[in-house]
Every structure is written in structure tokens, then in C-alpha cells.
């Protein structure tokens, strides 16, 4: 079974960073693709970054210059360094990861909140 272990999210103050880690495991199929998507209040889940297994990697707009997707694949392992927070970075973080035959998996989650 395959499960994801996302942390680092909490409460910071706009212009403030933090680091979301997310560690997968129990994929028969390997991992081509890791990343993260989230959810606001009200809209649908959104792409946030993605990185491929050869390291290519691709940004929502919104993110772009302020967030840094990375990944370990020996150790199955995905994070995303948020800087230069927004308010309308709130939202729940989604770990996502894509096996080499298609299959899209999620992690539970984990509640980013930018406000002063």
C-alpha cells in the first residue's frame, strides 16, 4: 500500500518561509514524478510544483521565484522550500506522487497559513 508522510506545514507571517517534507513509501511501480498541489477554501486543487526523476521540474506561476521543489528518490523523499509567503498561499498542501505506470497517489495533507 502506498503512503505518503507529509510535514512542515503551520502559521507563519506574510514574507516568512517554510518547508514542507513529504516521504513516500510501498510504490510496486517506483516514482517518476513527486510534488505538491493544494487546496483554498472553496477552489479546486491546484497544482503548486512538480519534479520529475531526471530532475525536471515545473511551477504554478503563482509560485514561481518564491518556492523550490526538491527530491531525494533513494530515499523517496520530496520537499518544497516556501519563501516570501503570500496570504494567498493559505491553503492545504497536498504531497502527490506519480509511479512510472501512471498511477497518481496523495498524501493526507498538512494546513499552510499565512497571516499576521
Known amino acids: 500500500q502506498v503512503q505518503l508522510v507529509e510535514s512542515g506545514g503551520g502559521l507563519v507571517q506574510p514574507g516568512g518561509s517554510l518547508r514542507l517534507s513529504c516521504t513516500a513509501s510501498g510504490s510496486p511501480f517506483g516514482i517518476a514524478t513527486m510534488g505538491w498541489y493544494r487546496q483554498a477554501p472553496e477552489k479546486q486543487r491546484e497544482l503548486v510544483a512538480t519534479?520529475?526523476?531526471?530532475?525536471?521540474?515545473n511551477y504554478a506561476d503563482s509560485v514561481k521565484g518564491r518556492f523550490t521543489v526538491s527530491r531525494d528518490s533513494a530515499k523517496n523523499a520530496v520537499w518544497l522550500q516556501m519563501n516570501s509567503l503570500k496570504p494567498e498561499d493559505t491553503a492545504v498542501h497536498f504531497c502527490?506522487?506519480?509511479?512510472?505506470?501512471?498511477?497518481?497517489?496523495w498524501g493526507q495533507g498538512t494546513q499552510v497559513t499565512v497571516s499576521s
Open positions: 502527490y506522487i506519480k509511479d512510472f505506470i501512471g498511477r497518481n497517489y
Open positions: 519534479i520529475t526523476s531526471n530532475n525536471r521540474t
